[in-house]
């Protein structure tokens, strides 16, 4: 329990801080497209967002050797809550790329801030437990956000009031927690073309992991506003509530299965799964607000949203156990340069004449792709043997220094031994 008591209050601030992010992941895209904004803009500006995050992660860890974890995330939280209230202020696409671009650093920031505090926080021989309750916390705040948009028009200034309020809270409980703050690790990320010979399947399954959830996820509430009217925020919370309750529940599963059989299998069923949920919606072509509907978003994401954590434990398998943290760290920026791409092809795909059905449409493939291609890879390189595999642990893509509390990874206060 010791351990949970010193992360408890960093915790609390990972999940306030998704509220945020969950909620402008819905009224971003909504609120461009009530003001006519089309699918292609509102796909660039998520990617912009993307690269703005990307670019945190490479920032975070020599800001928080320069100034500090707590210094970052106050800063991180502060810029966060100002562009949340200067987009309620402005609503051009110009100003809102800005905005989305500083959010995105701002929130890799405050993930690398909180994740290597806990990392110093938890002793090596709680972090799996310690990381499992973090992840659950942070999702289903990630769930909750969007429905704080309900009931609000896509130009209401409320949604976005709340996204600087949550932000600002997120601050309270780092600014009173008594944990000490760490020495903060400094993962080297491998190169690459180094991640490629290691593990290419994993290098494969992130990327189109970036690229095809944050691209579909992004648009996901254009989809939403066929409901019409007052219902547009409440169908799109909920097809985001399915999707991510459909991670939630297929990732304990899936990453069982594949402890105990080739990941690559499972990685490429689930990518399967996805693709004949996104053709089955493609077809039904149905109202978002209907039941069948959401039912069939909760199997996309129990596919698409479940194979990153495979790609991460399929990587640690085939990795050197004292470099498994520098691995997870490139591999992030891999998942990162599929977020920025993904939402670009998807809002031109949604620009087309296949509109949403094209959102559908371009997923199907995806999921088929990631299928053939992991069965291309097992049968170019052999399963790693029952011996060297380590264990499945749920993860999310967060930052570069979360790599050092993955149990999988050596003690924090080890050195990491030149590559």
Sequence with gaps: MTAFRNVASLILSAALLQVAGGLLGVIVPISLGAAGVSDATVGLIAGIYSAGFMVGAAMAPRMIRRIANIRVFAFAAALGAVMALLMAMYRDPYTWSIARFAQGIGI???????????????????????????????????????????????????????????????????????????????????????????????????????????????????????????????????????????????????????????????????????????????????????????????????????????????????????????????????????AVLGPIVFGVVMSSPLATQGLFILEAIIGLLLFFLMVWRRQAKAPVVEENRESFEVVQPTSVLGAEIDPRSPDATEEMPAS
């Design 108 to 338: 890799a920031l405050m993930f690398a801030s909180v994740e290597s505090w806990m990392t110093e926080a938890t002793p090596a021989s709680q972090r799996g437990s310690v990381l499992g309750v973090y992840h659950v916390a942070a999702k289903v705040a990630l769930i909750l956000g969007p429905f704080l948009a309900i009931g609000h028009a896509a130009e209401a200034l409320e949604p976005f009031i709340w996204c600087g309020i949550f932000l600002a809270f997120a601050l309270m409980p780092v600014c009173i927690t008594k944990s000490l703050q760490p020495a903060p690790p400094d993962p080297d990320p491998f190169p690459i073309r180094r991640m490629f010979d290691v593990a290419p399947s994993a290098v494969i399954g992130v990327f189109i992991a970036g690229f095809s959830n944050t691209g579909f996820l992004s648009l996901l509430p254009l989809y939403a506003q066929q409901a019409g009217g007052a219902s547009v925020a409440s169908a799109a919370a909920t097809l985001m509530a399915a999707a991510y309750i459909g991670g939630v529940a297929s990732q304990w599963p899936a990453g069982l299965i594949s402890d105990h059989i080739d990941r690559r299998i499972v990685i490429g069923g689930m990518g399967l799964l996805s693709a004949v949920a996104a053709l089955l919606l493609a077809v039904l072509d149905g109202n978002p607000g209907s039941l069948l509907t959401q039912f069939l978003i909760g199997i996309w994401g129990a596919g698409a949203l479940s194979f990153y954590g495979l790609c991460i434990a399929h990587a640690a398998d085939r990795c050197e156990p004292s470099k498994i943290a520098r691995m997870l760290s490139g591999l992030l920026f891999v998942w990162a340069a599929g």
